[in-house]
């Protein structure tokens, strides 16, 4: 197994959960581990949290970011830098718009679902979006689109036993 957990005493999902998983996401990345848990569970593993698996997926994404760390991509090697920079100067134009910048943008940026990269300006004109509920809303949208029907006969089952459970 190569599974890093990743806990937080918190009960809910707030600044808290968050910076203690992202603490472990990236001390577990740096150390090497790949698989991550258990996602979403908040309270040392007494709560789950939808919203909190939507945040922890985003935790795991910037953790990754950083484990990987910045690297050139193709065109855009040390040795490839001083033709590069030549061919921006000669042809008048801005670095960003060199066909090897857009080739690797994906690569160099990562762009979170739910964390936004807002300017104070900007959070207060989106109307001050409360991450947890953005992430929370995240979670409802999934379940929702998600079609699931269990085979009658394990549910008519587990009917069953909680039928017997109740009389108990």
């Known amino acids: 197994w190569n599974l890093k957990t990743m806990h937080t005493m918190s009960a809910l999902p707030d600044v808290q959960a968050v910076a203690e998983r992202t ?97 104070r300006s900007q959070w207060e004109a989106s109307g001050r979006p409360v991450i947890v509920q953005d992430a929370q809303a995240e979670a409802d949208r999934l379940i929702a689109q998600h079609q699931y029907e269990p085979p009658q006969d394990i549910l008519r089952e587990l009917r069953n036993i909680y039928a017997r459970a109740k009389l108990k």
């Open 23 to 119: 603490a472990s996401a990236i001390t577990g990345m740096l150390s090497g581990f790949h698989a991550f848990g258990p996602g979403g569970m908040l309270s040392a593993d007494e709560v789950f949290s939808p919203a909190m698996l939507i945040l922890d997926l985003e935790i795991l994404g910037h953790a990754a970011r950083v484990a990987h760390g910045v690297e050139t991509g193709e065109g855009l090697m040390p040795e490839e830098l001083p033709d590069l920079i030549d061919q921006v100067i000669r042809d008048r134009m801005i670095f960003a718009e060199h066909e090897s910048t857009v080739a690797n943008l994906r690569r160099q940026f990562w762009q979170p679902t739910i964390f936004r990269r807002l300017g």
